[in-house]
Nanobody, 118 residues
Framework: VQLQASGGGLVQAGGSLRLSCAASGGTFNIYGMGWFRQAPGKDREFVAAIQWRVGITLYADSVKGRFTISRENAKNAMYLQMNGLKPEDTAVYYC????????????WGQGTQVTVSS
């Protein structure tokens, strides 16, 4: 599975961005997809995930109520709508695929930079 993340950029605090992740190659019957992020000097952390077939979502507490994950099955695409952005949301955002459903993310995109200025 190949993943291409896009949509990052520079935005002021309180602003919005929409990240996209396009999946290709072997996407048939994947279990779910997720977004992760890594800020400089910090470990990678979970942001949100979505179950591919029925659309059940899961969010990190830090983004609940501000971020919305969605998917478009026909296009093999996943999105992350980020509203109310804060400087602490600054990170490289990665999309990933959990193909088997065991919570292990097997495939990763290259990341897209999100920078939130105060």
């Amino acid at each position: 599975v190949q993943l291409q993340a896009s949509g990052g950029g520079l935005v002021q605090a309180g602003g919005s961005l929409r990240l996209s992740c396009a999946a290709s190659g072997g996407t048939f019957n994947i279990y779910g997809m997720g977004w992760f992020r890594q800020a400089p000097g910090k470990d990678r952390e979970f942001v949100a995930a979505i179950q591919w077939r029925v659309g059940i979502t899961l969010y990190a507490d830090s983004v609940k109520g501000r971020f919305t994950i969605s998917r478009e099955n026909a296009k093999n695409a996943m999105y992350l709508q980020m509203n109310g952005l804060k400087p602490e949301d600054t990170a490289v955002y990665y999309c990933a695929v959990d193909k088997q459903g065991g919570g292990e993310y097997d495939f990763w995109g290259q990341g897209t930079q999100v920078t939130v200025s105060s």
